[in-house]
């Protein structure tokens, strides 16, 4: 995902797209465990996505 696409949402939104990730990063995390996973490289990308939707939340905290 983008960061031009996630600074369109409001922090509600971002918010829930981090629960969202977290989600999606546990069942990844769970699959490659059990060797299910089919593409490993999208733990790192999940990874990223939490981080910038975590910068985004911090910086629009800053600005209030």
């Known amino acids: ?7 369109k ?3 509600e ?4 797209k981090l629960a969202d990730l977290k989600a999606e990063l546990f069942n990844l995390r769970f699959q490659h ?3 299910q996973l089919d593409n490993p490289l999208r733990l790192a990308a999940v990874r990223k996505d939490i981080a910038r939707v975590k910068t985004l939340i911090g ?5 209030a």
């Open 1 to 7: 995902m983008k960061a031009n696409e996630l600074r």
């Open 9 to 11: 949402l409001s922090v």
């Open 13 to 16: 939104e971002l918010n829930t």
């Open 33 to 35: 465990t059990i060797n």
């Open 59 to 63: 910086e629009a905290e800053r600005k």
